[in-house]
């Protein structure tokens, strides 16, 4: 019987282990300035997750985005952006640019990572994990245009999504940052 339960035990540690739901936290990204940005380190932080583009209809967010991020980055909270071209080419720049672009026009300080795709074959790993309630644990969701609205609590939890018509200064979103 002892043996059963020792040979037993690791066969169903590994299940636990394998059916335990990722979070932010388990991702690794790239910064537009080419450093590995390992989002462990934003554990005890809620993190919002925007594809964004420079050529978009939505692009002037950045500014309330920005406005936002220097509101409460005090207050463990962070964005992270994720320049995208999915949506019309708006965002046909290279990374250089896209960081000018931002830095000049918007002064944007929050981090921003490399352009990646956010749905089709060749959708990123984050992205896979942000529209799949398989892997998220809560709902599925479509990116359907620039600047959609991920939010992260501060264990690496997905929590909600918002659409790109709803501002970045929004009182669900300012009250969810401030909520306990």
Sequence with gaps: MKKLILISLPIILLSFTM???RTLH???CKTIEGNVLDLSTLKGKKVMIVNT???CGYTPQYKNLQALYEQYKDKNFVI????CNDFGGQEPGSLTEIKSFCT????????MMEKVSVKGSNCNEIYKWLTSKAENGVE????RWNFNKYLINEKGEYVKHLASSVDPLDKEITDWISSK
């Design 140 to 143: 599925d969701s479509n990116v």
């Design 104 to 111: 000049k026009n918007y002064n944007v300080s929050f981090p």
């Design 26 to 28: 388990d991702f690794k």
């Design 80 to 83: 992270i952006g994720f320049p």
């Design 53 to 55: 583009a420079s050529e």
């Design 19 to 21: 059916n335990r739901l």
